[in-house]
């Protein structure tokens, strides 16, 4: 655990998932709850699955007395946890850095891997301030998720309509439409559906759109892509908060609509988030990073390994149990051969990786092969983790070397030849 966090100015740097200690008033801990608490009640699905098997870090953000280190009545000490996102919260003329729990030139390459050709990113990627980067490069991870579905795969959804037609159309409302007849209108009061494109779903793009094309650190050719992407919606409505309780069913989810929304909703959650009726105490931009890590290393393997193997991420189900999802499915000649998990965690040993060799294990038995990957990362680039062997099946272990030592490049070439040479032996 830290003990009081960096301060520079009116900024103070934390890790995600480590405890810092903060001196904070009564109302500042109150907000930052309460603000945990609405970001909680917005995880998309996946996120819920990744934080479902630690109970804690459920509430997204902890703030729990310190008492050991009061400073005063008026200024209590806490235990401040913002668990596996990165971002910035303002609070009051502070703002609190949530910076990545792996060193930030890696974690920055990583996710610009995620949202754009990685063949376009050989180089050391310009640092920029966390509070800027992290919320831009969701944009453009938004951005470019959208541009197969705006304008022409937009899907259409039916919803419930109650009007005044000229003709009976869907259920006719008697009672309202006998009423209108005794004042001698001869048109009908009906409840029907209408198959449109102003839905909750798109509300939610459009308005993300709206959003995105507003962040001044943005490129200018970015707000443009935005503002274009909203204009070509004019069918859409307009959102409201009640919108964001819709979720993608399974038809928009195979029309691509999962990591759309999951990144509208960031955007959407985050963008000017206040607490304590309207006084902006407290707002937020808060990224959940294990899946945009996840993303990033599967569009490195992609990239890397296509020529021969192909590299996907596939569910089996399992039933009556949950259905074991691995992030990479290595297949070769049409046959799956290895699967592959990637864990946004530090690890130096297998004991660190304990539960997630026990997972890799279930996600080759669904698979039906014998050999698995635990992909996470390493501060020390001595460390390396030696094949477990449990009954038939393998388990290797690929770290990928965040030191600060080694160039998130040199990293990642290093990264590809350890995944190569496991693939083929």
């Not at 109650?162 to 009672?175: E, H």
């Amino acid at each position: 655990m830290s003990t009081n966090s960096e301060n520079s100015g009116n900024f103070e740097n934390l890790t995600e998932s480590k405890a810092a200690v903060l001196f904070l008033s009564q109302e500042e801990a109150t907000a930052l709850r309460d603000l945990g608490r609405s970001f909680a009640a917005l995880r998309s699905s996946q996120e819920r699955d990744e934080e479902q098997a630690n109970e804690s870090e459920a509430s997204v953000l902890e703030c729990l007395r310190f008492e050991e280190a009061d400073r005063s009545e008026d200024v209590l000490a806490y235990k401040v946890t913002v668990w596996n996102r990165v971002g910035a919260i303002q609070l009051g003329d502070r703002t609190l850095l949530i910076r990545p729990k792996i060193e930030f030139d890696h974690f920055i390459y990583v996710s610009e891997l995620a949202i754009g050709d990685p063949r376009t990113r050989e180089r050391d990627p310009l640092v920029l301030e966390p509070h800027q980067s992290f919320r831009d490069l969701i944009a453009r991870w938004f951005l470019n998720a959208i541009d197969r579905l705006i304008p022409n795969h937009l899907i259409r959804d039916y919803y419930e309509q109650l009007g005044v037609l000229p003709a009976v159309r869907g259920a006719v409302i008697p009672i309202a439409t006998t009423r209108r007849f005794y004042h001698g209108r001869l048109d009908v009061v009906c409840r029907y559906d209408t198959f449109e494109l102003d839905h909750a779903l798109n509300r939610i793009l459009k308005e993300a759109c709206l959003r995105v094309a507003n962040f001044e650190t943005l490129t200018e050719a970015d707000r443009r892509r935005a503002r274009s992407k909203a204009d070509a919606m004019p069918q859409v409505g307009p959102f409201g908060r009640a919108d964001l309780i819709a979720k993608p069913d399974r038809r928009a989810i195979s029309e691509g609509y999962a990591t759309p929304i999951n990144l509208a909703r960031s955007i959407i959650a985050s963008e000017g988030r206040s607490i304590e009726g309207g006084r902006q105490l407290a707002y937020a931009f808060l990224q959940f990073t294990p899946s945009i890590i996840e993303e990033g290393i599967r569009k490195i393997l992609k990239l890397a390994l296509g020529e021969i193997w192909e590299v996907n991420k596939r569910s089996y189900e399992v039933q009556p149990l949950k259905s074991a999802t691995p992030d990479l499915v290595f297949s070769r000649s049409g046959r799956v051969e290895v699967v592959g998990d990637v864990k946004y965690k530090v690890a130096s040993e297998w004991g660190r990786l304990h539960d997630d060799v026990y997972q890799s294990i279930y996600f080759a038995t669904a698979a039906e092969v014998h050999r698995s990957l635990v992909i996470a990362f390493t501060n020390d680039d001595q460390v390396v983790l030696p094949q477990l062997r449990v009954g038939k099946n393998t388990v290797d272990g690929v770290l990928w070397d965040a030191s600060k030592s080694v160039s998130p490049v040199v990293a990642r070439r290093r990264f590809i030849d350890d995944v190569w040479s496991l693939l083929t032996k």
